[in-house]
């Protein structure tokens, strides 16, 4: 069974642009979360996305959404990047909410 | 709040050395305790997990055991080889009714270990 997607694997903006961050789950799962890591921060919680809504949010500017479609794939954007936007974007996904989360390889966003 | 505190790294051990890494959490109710590894340049990969107490989470060679009464979850490893360098994270998620399942990180242990 092939294992969480993330496109792209590597990002380049700029000051002040936005991004969407793509992420397809494995097959069958329905259940997407997101995750940033830096080194200062280290790994935290962005968002849970559950049949299309958003279940649950993490301690970030409203700068960061996300979105789930009907195959359970999910995006997120960030709008008006800034510096410290510059991180690695993590989805993790599972078969329901409270089954174990399997990470994808992440996007590497750098902020310029 | 719901939190996990790790050992601080860097650890360098020599091949064949034995591995300890420290792990203690904080949390309201019955967490589920994980152990993720993170390999330079790459995502997280669950490495062994525990739901709840007395558990042992054991995978390649690695095991932990769920220990409530000392709220700890320590990962041990026997025998360690050069390939398990990387970075160790534990973690903790919420029972059920709890309405939130996020996992909670700890801030990573790097081990290294020389040839």
């Known amino acids: 069974k092939a294992g969480v997607t993330q496109t792209p694997r590597y990002l380049i903006k700029t000051r002040g642009q936005q991004v969407t961050l793509s992420c397809s789950p494995i097959?069958?799962?329905?259940?997407v979360s997101w995750y940033q890591q830096t080194p200062g921060q280290g790994l935290q919680f962005l968002f849970e996305?559950?049949?299309?809504?958003?279940?649950n949010k993490g301690n970030f500017p409203g700068r960061f959404s996300g979105r789930q479609f009907s195959n359970s794939r999910s995006e997120m954007n960030v709008s008006t990047l800034e510096l410290g936007d510059s991180a690695l974007y993590l989805c993790a996904s599972s078969f329901g909410r409270q089954e174990t989360q399997y990470f994808g390889p992440g996007t590497r966003l750098l902020v310029l | 709040g719901d939190s996990v505190t790790q050992m601080e790294g860097p650890v360098t051990l020599s091949e064949e050395a034995f591995l300890t890494i420290n792990c203690t959490y904080t949390a309201t109710g019955y967490p589920s305790l994980f152990w993720y590894v993170q390999y330079p340049g790459e995502g997280l990969q669950l490495l062994l997990k525990a739901t709840k107490a007395d558990d042992k989470g054991s995978n390649k060679g690695f095991e932990a055991t769920y220990r409530k009464e000392t709220t700890s979850f320590h990962l041990e490893k026997g025998s360690v080889q050069v390939s398990d360098s990387a970075v160790y994270f534990c973690?903790?998620?919420?029972?059920?009714?709890?309405?939130?399942?996020?996992?909670?990180f700890g801030k990573g242990t790097k081990l290294s270990v020389i040839p």
């Open positions: 996305y559950f049949s299309e809504t958003q279940r």
């Open positions: 097959s069958g799962h329905r259940s």
């Open positions: 973690a903790l998620t919420l029972g059920s009714g709890a309405g939130s399942y996020q996992l909670t």
